[in-house]
């Protein structure tokens, strides 16, 4: 069975190899001065050339009906920022594109668990606990340092996304749906909100 997966940063995995979403700016066609030029006609073409470079990796290793699915996905990753991401895997036989976002709270601390899986359970995510272990993520949105620096350094963490199926949505879609996630998790967010790439 092919299993697809294309991660937050583009990048796309045929059977776990990489096989697309990453272009080597040397190998692109265009004169270094073009590259590395901040002219916007200069950017556009390089632009243009990445666009192409991806489209040649997509049509290289997908068949034509895994082509339109990889290509939404990317065009669906135009989303991404700081707090919310999206990626994509295969689940049962099929690509599904999934939208993402992290918290991060000590093992031993019953309201934090108990505020972020009360709140997952109203926005309907499902919660995912990507890592459990002492100092998980060292990255905070607005350039805080590590929310566990100080006295309660060394205690166990859990990392947990809420991740939802957005297969179906389109780009406009899942912004609109990102403004509403935002509201309904203003209030964990700010206390355990991690930023994700």
């Not at 990453?22 to 190998?27: G, R, Y």
């Not at 350039?143 to 205690?155: F, V």
């Not at 963490?157 to 509201?183: H, M, S």
Request: charged share 30%; proline share 2%.
């Amino acid at each position: 069975m092919r299993s697809i997966a294309i991660n937050s940063l583009g990048e796309m995995f045929l059977n776990k190899q990489v096989v697309g979403g990453t272009v080597c700016l040397n190998d692109i066609g265009l004169p270094k001065k073009v590259v590395t030029s901040r002219r916007k006609d200069h950017q556009a073409k390089v632009a243009k050339a990445v666009a192409q470079a991806i489209d040649r990796q997509i049509d290289a290793s997908f068949t034509l009906a895994e082509s339109y699915l990889v290509r939404s996905v990317l065009e669906k990753q135009a989303v991404n920022d700081s707090r919310f991401r999206v990626y994509a895997c295969t689940e049962k036989g099929k690509l599904v594109t999934v939208l993402a976002t992290e918290f991060i709270f000590f093992v031993d601390d019953k309201e934090a668990k108990d505020a972020i899986y009360k709140t997952a359970k109203e926005v309907v995510a499902k919660p995912e606990t990507m890592r459990e272990d002492k100092h998980t993520d060292k990255s905070r949105p607005e350039t805080q340092k590590h929310w566990n620096y100080g006295p309660n350094h060394g205690r166990m963490e859990r990392q947990v996304q809420f991740i939802w199926n957005v297969t179906a949505l389109t780009v406009n879609q899942i912004k609109a749906f990102i403004e509403d996630l935002k509201q309904e998790t203003h209030a964990i967010w700010d206390k355990y909100g991690v930023g994700v790439l």
